[in-house]
């Protein structure tokens, strides 16, 4: 599986996995604050610079593609649906430090994201944009934002849909052994506070914060994900 990634800087490697409809663009307000990290931004599948599946793919799958890509060792910080990938990471790989935000086991019920699917598929990215911003910030929802959202290829974001569908990490928690931080924001309508604390680590809830918490409260994120890489 081939990924579009941009690496930055020189240090210790923390690999940031984004949301579904997100590109590496996302984690723009944490790069000044990892300036000391060898940073490797991901886009996933059929996301920003990534090719679209042509075919439907696991979880699993894209988490094996991602470490071949790091090829050594690394922390994790993945948001939604890059949580997902990065908690997987971390049940089947050695990894450094993990830090899951706004994320859980599993997003269910499964028959959301075959609507989901079906709806971006035949009337294009427009037609949820409104109700996945009003889902990611609490405030005005700032343009660069609905830009990244709508320039999501439909049919890469439904693959990335239908992954999501077949995912249920419960079991695989207990085989994840790298020290955990799982943040959580207080007005995320996705995963709420108690959804958070299902994933073992420590937790820090971020006021003011939707489900695009690193991009709604940066400075808040930054000391958090800082504090636990140290």
């Not at 409104?130 to 910030?137: A, C, E, K, T």
């Not at 994933?199 to 991009?215: E, F, N």
Request: aromatic fraction near 4%; include cysteine; charge should be negative.
């Amino acid at each position: 599986m081939r990924l579009h990634h941009v690496v930055q800087g020189d240090g210790p490697t923390v690999v940031l996995l984004g949301s579904l409809g997100a590109t590496t663009a996302m984690w723009e307000p944490q790069l000044r604050a990892l300036r000391d990290f060898r940073v490797v931004r991901v886009d996933l599948p059929g996301h920003g610079g990534s090719p679209v599946p042509d075919r439907t793919f696991q979880i699993a799958e894209l988490a094996e593609s991602i470490v071949e890509l790091v090829d050594g060792p690394a922390s994790y910080c993945g948001l939604s649906l890059g949580g997902i990938v990065a908690m997987c990471i971390a049940a089947n790989a050695d990894v450094d430090r993990l830090v899951v935000a706004c994320t859980k086991p599993s997003f269910p019920p499964p028959e959301q994201w075959d609507d989901r699917a079906a709806r971006v598929r035949t009337e294009g990215m427009s037609a949820i944009a409104d109700g996945v911003l009003g889902r990611w910030f609490v405030r005005e929802v700032p343009a660069w934002a609905r830009e990244m959202l709508l320039g999501c290829p439909p049919e890469g974001y439904a693959r990335c849909c239908e992954a999501l569908r077949d995912t249920d990490l419960a079991a695989d928690l207990t085989r994840i052994v790298a020290p955990t931080l799982v943040i959580a924001g207080a007005k995320d309508p996705s995963v709420t506070i108690d959804e958070a604390r299902t994933v073992p680590g420590k937790l820090v809830v971020l006021d003011g914060a939707a489900h695009l918490a690193s991009a709604e409260q940066p400075e808040a994120f930054n000391d958090a994900l800082l504090a636990h890489l140290s």
